[in-house]
């Protein structure tokens, strides 16, 4: 059998902002380290997203010892600390989850707004352990600020495999589906057989749902336009479709923490039925 591998690491220190590749990262309970800990909303507490600001893709924050750097073509990077403990505790809205974060202050805004060109403010959760709890299969599980899961895990054998049933010369990279975890396998699609994984050294992981994909994957994720509106979700929607919406990648909560780094092996503990064919009522 050929060994499965880690070929990618990706997170977003932002929510919806453009996405770094370490070589290294903590695995933490509620996510990769300095994954989606920061998130900009609206005036309203609600979280912007590349589905209908795709000037998103265009920031790059990176991580500091102070907190981030905010950079855009043609902007001056702006420093943000982490807001201390007087800093204005909001109430934001991910989806349906009401979550309590500091605001980044008054200039983190003013730049993003410019960026951005809507009126918003940055915001950070202090203490990603207890901010956000959710009921993810049979546990309540931290989450930071993604969607849903602490991890998304993607099999570059069913990018590849999309690729080949795309239009000739559209096919997309693995930066499209922005997933945390790239494994790297001989098999397309294996990945809906998952249920617990082994990563590196110590990580294991519990693979709990597809991701449900939206138009975010259409978005190029390096110049924030659109080269085709309908792919890939058109094609994947053929055969990767299900009542709750059309399926890429893996949604995953943390069992043990620990290191991964690009080039680590992964094993597959515990292997089940398709769990998308048993969200398409198939067996």
């Not at 930071?144 to 969607?147: I, L, M, N, T």
């Not at 990018?159 to 795309?166: C, G, H, M, Y």
């Not at 597809?210 to 978005?219: E, Q």
């Given at each position: 059998?050929?060994?499965l591998?880690?070929a ?11 996405g ?5 990262v903590m695995v933490n309970?509620?996510g990769?380290e300095g994954?989606r ?6 005036p309203?507490?609600r979280f912007?997203?590349?589905?209908t ?8 924050p ?5 907190g981030?750097m905010?950079?855009?073509?043609h ?5 943000v600390?982490f807001?201390?403990?007087s ?6 809205t ?6 309590q974060?500091r ?13 951005l060109?809507?009126?918003c403010?940055l ?5 990603p ?8 299969g049979?546990?309540a599980?931290?989450v930071?600020?993604?969607?849903g899961?602490?991890l998304?895990?993607?099999?570059t054998a069913s ?8 239009p ?5 990279p693995m930066?499209?589906?922005?997933a945390?975890?790239?494994i790297?396998?001989p ?10 994984v082994a ?7 519990r693979v709990v749902a ?10 190029d994720?390096?110049?924030?336009e ?11 929607s053929?055969?990767r479709r299900?009542?709750s919406?059309?399926m890429f990648?893996q ?5 043990k923490?620990g290191?991964v780094?690009?080039?680590?092996s ?10 998308l064919?048993?969200m398409?009522?198939?067996k």
């Open positions: 059998m050929t060994e591998y880690v990618g690491l990706h997170i977003y220190p932002v929510k919806g902002l453009h770094l590749s370490p070589s290294t309970p509620w990769l994954d800990r920061w998130m900009v909303v609206d309203h507490g912007l997203t590349q589905r600001c795709r000037a998103m893709a265009l920031v790059t990176v991580p500091t010892a102070e981030l905010l950079t855009m073509t902007m001056r990077p702006l420093p600390c807001p201390g403990q800093a204005a505790l909001l109430t934001v991910v989806w349906k989850d009401q979550v974060a605001d980044a202050g008054d200039m983190a805004a003013a730049w993003l707004e410019e960026a060109g809507q009126p403010r915001v950070w959760i202090h203490r352990e207890l901010a956000r709890i959710r009921q993810l049979e546990d599980q931290p930071s600020f993604a969607d899961y602490p998304l895990l993607a099999n990018l590849a495999d999309l690729n080949t049933r795309l000739e010369g559209q096919a997309v930066t499209r589906f922005r945390n975890i790239i790297s396998g098999l397309p699609w294996a990945e809906d057989g998952w249920r617990r990563i590196g050294k110590g990580v294991v992981a597809p991701c449900s994909r939206c138009v975010v994957t259409t978005v994720q390096n110049t924030a659109v080269p085709n509106p309908k792919e890939p979700l058109a094609t994947l053929a055969f299900t009542q919406g059309v990648a949604n995953a909560v943390v069992e923490s290191l780094s690009v080039g680590d992964v094993s597959v503990l515990e292997e089940g039925p398709s769990n064919l048993a398409q009522g198939r």
